[in-house]
């Protein structure tokens, strides 16, 4: 990928010194035709069009890092995060690294994460997951605000979720065999990053 980047930064600048030489040609000959403008605009749109490519490239490059550390699941990259902090910074950290704070679309996808969350971060850990009810006590939203489809409450012991206004985040919790469990927004949880893959 770095050589395909490399490629295109070339051959943006050979695109730049071809139009730069038609515009002093153009001035020395003192026309200003239309048909030469027409091409350095067309110039313009190509390098335009290559430095798009070449920011999708560096950010595929920097998803690929991210699952390098992670791990993938299901079309997701997923990276633990041990440092316990609050819901909001953590989901504040995994915005500025390019994801979301993980939220688990179906069954297998929990069982996904329980597994990695249990290997890298700990077998005694909760993780802050992309979930809560902050807007409306009792309607469970993702991180865009879309009401939550899919749901792992801890239903047995406990019924969950039972904090009211009080817990308005979701955690998923090793120690319940990856059962969600309703927190306070402020408690300080390790956390998972999740970054689609393009």
């Known amino acids: 990928m770095a050589v395909r980047g490399l490629l295109l930064v070339f051959c943006l600048l050979l695109l730049a010194r071809r139009a730069l030489q038609q515009t002093s040609s153009n001035k020395r000959n003192g026309k200003k035709d239309s048909a030469n403008s027409a091409a350095i605009e067309e110039l313009k749109k190509q390098i335009n069009d290559i430095v798009q490519e070449l920011n999708v490239l560096k950010e595929q490059q920097a998803l690929q890092t991210v699952c390098l550390r ?27 690294k390019g994801g979301s704070l993980v939220t688990p679309l179906t069954g297998d996808e929990n069982d996904q994460l329980y597994s990695y969350v249990r290997q890298s971060i700990g077998p005694e850990e909760h993780v802050w ?70």
């Open 70 to 96: 992670g791990t993938k699941i299901l079309g997701k990259c997923f990276l633990a995060d041990p440092v316990k902090k609050s819901f909001h910074a953590a989901s504040e950290d995994c915005i500025a």
């Open 129 to 198: 997951l992309g979930v809560n009810d902050i807007v409306t006590d009792g309607q469970w939203v993702d991180q865009s605000g879309s009401n939550v489809r899919f749901k792992n409450w801890e239903t047995e012991i406990t019924l969950q979720p039972d904090g009211g206004r009080s817990q308005n985040c979701a955690i998923l919790s090793t120690t319940a065999n990856g059962k969600w469990f309703d927190e306070s927004c402020r408690a300080e949880k390790a956390s998972v990053c999740e970054f689609n893959i393009v």
